[in-house]
């Protein structure tokens, strides 16, 4: 089974204004995985995927949001 590890989070807004936050998760390397790998879901546990820089796409509902600021990691 793969360790992951949540990295940032993101506060993010659809068009509709629909609030949001997307978390970014690392899944760390072992050896049965040669090198890292980042995945993106929000709060709900919707799968997410980042578009660019200032976009994610969730995936299920194809609803597009914009990230607004990234926050704190939290412990």
Excluded at 7 to 28: A, D, L
Excluded at 34 to 60: C, Q, W
Excluded at 67 to 73: D, N, P, T, W
């Amino acid at each position: 089974m793969s360790e992951y590890q949540e990295t940032r989070r993101f506060k993010c807004m659809s068009h509709t204004g629909n609030p949001c936050i997307v978390i970014e998760q690392s899944r760390v390397a072992n050896e049965a995985i040669s090198s890292p790998r980042t995945d993106y879901m929000t709060e709900d546990g919707e799968v997410a995927n980042r578009l660019d820089k200032k976009h994610f796409l969730i995936l299920m509902n194809g609803e597009v949001v914009r990230i607004q600021r990234a926050l704190r990691k939290r412990h």
